[in-house]
């Protein structure tokens, strides 16, 4: 790819990465479900099968002796399974482990830290204070205007000493792992709801991914609707599977599918490391859609991930996780208040996506010099820049993938 690289403008890609955070019109890397693929056994879930999944995944994409291995370590339960089980089949191949550390937001560098050091592997802690500074040139790479790249530093970083990148990737979406928002879902909704009602449910659930006023985002050029959102949801929701599978069938064929699979992906090719993601190999996919809810998610006690956590406490590992969801997140709020609002400011004043029409900048206006915003509106804001830089990128042309945001 170079800078000139030809990429078009798609009004149905952008409002679904502003409202949605991923874009349906890519081309899927990872198989797409549907609800007919949920074919649920009553036995018991064998948590000697997963582990045999997953590691024939992992024995099957490394050799030791030509393998540089790294690996993203969240000090969450996903990575650490990952990284217990090749140590497992591996115990003397060097591992890189990687880490990252935001300003101002919750260090989970310092669980990964003692996780790394338990299974002996050199570990890397990226410090990021300015987490936009180098955001041209990561959407450059994914040619999308997505904001919340962070995988762009650890592939980056892993490029310094490695071949090969392993993550967690997807035992959130395969075994239940959002439970936060399970139990808000199970609390607005009922057997009786309809469809749509499931959908707007559903919706109100990733409210941190939209506005209140999100349809005045969006001038007339646009075209959005929000039928047009509901109408990608809607196959998820429509079906006789149980409330929570319905769910679980709309979060695998969501972020995961048409955000971090695909970016990721080009990521990996950009900076020539090839991926190891053994949760969400095909077997590993096709058997976690025959494993019941209940079994992955209990609701009683709000705690996802079951069969995954079963299998970390026979490795002795499960010490080494924090009791709560971590993965590689970022205080907004604080990045707003450091650096997001000014450089928003430099970039949405006489934005080129609302000269041409796209973006209401009456809505700009109105909250980019709040002192006061929460945090739906910091997100949908470093969206909007995103958006902009994407568009001086790829479209006016105006902008190198070199320039740093500062």
């Known amino acids: 790819m170079d800078e000139n690289s030809k990429v078009s403008f798609d009004s149905k890609s952008v409002q679904e990465i502003l409202t949605l955070r991923y874009d349906t019109t890519q081309i899927p890397k990872l198989q797409k479900l549907t609800s007919k693929q949920f074919i649920q056994q009553n036995e018991k879930v064998s948590i000697d099968k997963i582990e045999k999944l997953i590691s024939d995944e992992i024995i099957s994409k490394i050799n030791p002796e ?8 969240s000090g969450g339960i996903d990575s650490t399974l990952v990284l217990a089980l090749i140590r497992k089949q591996f115990p003397k191949i060097p591992i890189e482990t990687i880490s990252i550390k935001f300003a101002d937001s919750n260090d989970e560098s310092i669980i990964a830290s003692k996780t790394a050091e338990h299974f002996e592997t050199n570990h890397s802690i990226i410090y990021l204070e300015n987490f936009l500074q180098e955001l041209p040139k990561a959407i450059y790479i994914s040619e999308k205007p997505f904001w919340d790249l962070h995988w762009y530093y650890v592939v ?38 309809s469809p749509v009602e499931k959908v707007k449910a559903y919706l109100q659930c990733h409210e941190r991914d939209r506005v209140p006023d999100q ?192």
């Open 66 to 73: 030509k393998t540089k291995l790294s690996l993203a370590l």
């Open 156 to 193: 980056k970083k892993s490029n310094s000493f490695s071949n090969c990148l392993a993550s967690g990737d997807g035992g959130d979406e395969l075994f239940g792992g959002y439970s936060f928002r399970y139990s808000k879902f199970l609390t607005l909704v009922n057997q009786t709801s």
């Open 215 to 406: 349809e005045n985002i969006f001038k007339e050029k646009l075209k959005f609707s929000w039928n047009s959102i509901y109408n990608i949801l809607l196959p998820y929701f429509d079906n006789t599977l149980s409330l929570l599978d319905q769910v679980f069938l709309a979060d695998y064929n969501g972020k995961l599918l048409y955000n971090f699979s695909p970016i990721n992906s080009k990521l990996h090719k950009y900076f020539k490391i090839d991926s190891l993601t053994p949760i969400l190999s095909n077997n590993m996919i096709n058997y976690s859609t025959q494993i019941s809810s209940n079994q992955k998610y209990n609701q009683k006690n709000n705690i996802g991930k079951i069969p995954l956590r079963t299998l970390l406490k026979n490795l002795d590992a499960e010490k080494f996780v924090s009791p709560t969801k971590l993965g590689f997140s970022i205080n907004t709020l604080n990045l707003w208040k450091t650096f997001g609002q000014r450089i928003s400011k430099s970039y949405l004043t006489e934005a080129r996506i609302v000269q041409d029409g796209l973006i209401n900048d009456d809505w700009i206006k109105k909250y980019l010099n709040s002192t006061n915003l929460n945090v739906n509106y910091v997100n949908k804001f470093l969206g909007l820049l995103a958006f902009e830089i994407w568009y001086r990128l790829f479209i006016t042309k105006e902008m190198k993938s070199h320039e740093q945001l500062t």
